[in-house]
């Protein structure tokens, strides 16, 4: 009886899907033993939704998918149009067996493998040149807003930069993954969504373009390489900072435990990233910051004078 009411209320859920049939809806599914999740998603306004039916109405629920004139995707598929939030909630839970799929190769660097990363990784370069990227963009002189919702405790440039890192960190394993995907840059924001006529990041490379000037996403394997440029890189960086002033913090990036990567960058967690091993001075804004880390020896954690929240690189799984 309990199931009969769990397929009649996932039932009742798919009825709004008439209204999506035109606003191009995607479905896809992850079948276990003895249950099937169901996922679809609006793919213009990537509104989710996703519900769990015992496999005997598996067939059910594919028929009305259908007849609501949505389209059935391969998961990998329906995961490259989720957004890193998205995909990292959609591996919680039940719905580990999908971390399988393309996606979940790598999200970011956990804080452990993040501090043994040998100078000679090419993961080292790319965090370099993020850090002078985010600093030749501003970030050592823009205004910071103290906040500390989900514990960052961000109250000071030299936290505001290792926020940023920490972000690029969870969003595209500093600058590599996820890159392009919906106009993205390495900070996980969408510059395509802030490039039109009059807003705030319009008439920069922020968002790599095709020689027909569209948005030129990332191929499967999420490693398009002209989001690596310095230019690319630059303005980026700026669009990062344009939004963290206009929207008066770093909200953008999410504020609740449900999605964005603040939720992994807390102060307890950033204050176990070695961020002055790997960059020295280049990882601080102010001078007090910048004669600690030129003390660092490689394998000595930086430890902060003042209460600085900053990072957590998310998971890996």
């Given at each position: 009886?309990?199931?009969?009411?769990?397929?009649?209320?996932?039932?009742?859920?798919?009825?709004?899907?008439?209204?999506?049939?035109?606003?191009n809806?995607?479905?896809?599914?992850?079948?276990?033993?003895?249950?099937?999740?169901?996922?679809?998603?609006?793919?213009?306004?990537?509104?989710?939704?996703?519900?769990?039916?015992?496999?005997?109405?598996?067939?059910?629920?594919?028929?009305?998918?259908?007849?609501?004139?949505?389209?059935?995707?391969?998961?990998?598929?329906?995961?490259?149009?989720?957004s890193?939030?998205?995909?990292?909630?959609?591996?919680?839970?039940?719905?580990?067996?999908?971390?399988?799929?393309?996606?979940?190769?790598?999200?970011?660097?956990?804080?452990?493998?993040?501090?043994?990363?040998?100078?000679?990784?090419?993961?080292?370069?790319?965090?370099?040149?993020l850090?002078?990227?985010?600093?030749?963009?501003?970030?050592?002189?823009?205004q910071?807003?103290?906040?500390?919702?989900?514990?960052?405790?961000?109250?000071?440039?030299?936290?505001?930069?290792?926020?940023?890192?920490?972000?690029?960190?969870?969003?595209?394993?500093?600058?590599?993954?996820?890159?392009?995907?919906?106009?993205?840059?390495?900070w996980?924001?969408?510059?395509?969504?802030?490039?039109?006529?009059?807003s705030?990041?319009?008439?920069?490379?922020?968002?790599?373009?095709?020689?027909?000037?569209?948005?030129?996403?990332?191929?499967?394997?999420?490693?398009?390489?002209?989001?690596?440029?310095?230019?690319?890189?630059?303005?980026?960086?700026?669009?990062?900072?344009?939004?963290?002033?206009?929207?008066?913090?770093?909200?953008?990036?999410?504020?609740?435990?449900?999605?964005?990567?603040?939720?992994?960058?807390?102060?307890?967690?950033?204050d176990?990233?070695?961020?002055?091993?790997?960059?020295?001075?280049?990882?601080?804004?102010?001078?007090?910051?910048?004669?600690?880390?030129?003390?660092?020896?490689?394998?000595?954690?930086?430890?902060?004078?003042?209460?600085?929240?900053?990072?957590?690189?998310?998971?890996?799984?």
């Amino acid at each position: 009886m309990k199931n009969l009411i769990k397929l009649l209320s996932f039932l009742s859920l798919l009825l709004p899907l008439t209204l999506w049939a035109k606003a191009n809806v995607i479905c896809s599914y992850d079948e276990r033993e003895t249950e099937t999740t169901f996922f679809c998603m609006n793919k213009e306004t990537k509104k989710p939704m996703d519900y769990t039916v015992p496999s005997i109405a598996h067939k059910s629920v594919l028929d009305d998918i259908s007849a609501n004139g949505a389209r059935l995707v391969k998961m990998d598929e329906y995961l490259a149009e989720a957004s890193p939030y998205m995909v990292l909630d959609l591996a919680e839970g039940p719905n580990k067996s999908i971390r399988s799929c393309w996606m979940f190769e790598k999200i970011a660097f956990t804080v452990d493998q993040f501090n043994d990363l040998p100078p000679s990784d090419p993961a080292i370069d790319r965090l370099k040149s993020l850090a002078q990227a985010m600093k030749d963009a501003g970030v050592c002189k823009v205004q910071v807003h103290n906040e500390n919702y989900l514990n960052i405790g961000v109250t000071n440039n030299d936290e505001l930069l290792h926020q940023f890192l920490c972000i690029a960190n969870n969003e595209s394993t500093l600058g590599k993954d996820n890159i392009g995907i919906g106009g993205r840059g390495p900070w996980g924001i969408n510059p395509i969504h802030n490039n039109k006529r009059e807003s705030l990041c319009y008439g920069t490379q922020a968002v790599v373009r095709d020689a027909n000037g569209n948005e030129d996403k990332a191929d499967k394997k999420r490693n398009n390489r002209r989001y690596m440029t310095d230019a690319v890189r630059l303005d980026n960086a700026k669009c990062a900072l344009k939004l963290y002033e206009a929207n008066n913090g770093l909200r953008d990036w999410g504020k609740t435990k449900k999605w964005g990567s603040n939720r992994h960058c807390s102060k307890t967690t950033r204050d176990r990233l070695q961020f002055m091993k790997h960059l020295g001075p280049l990882g601080c804004c102010s001078q007090a910051c910048m004669a600690r880390a030129s003390k660092v020896k490689g394998g000595m954690t930086y430890t902060p004078t003042t209460q600085n929240p900053l990072m957590s690189l998310a998971r890996n799984p």
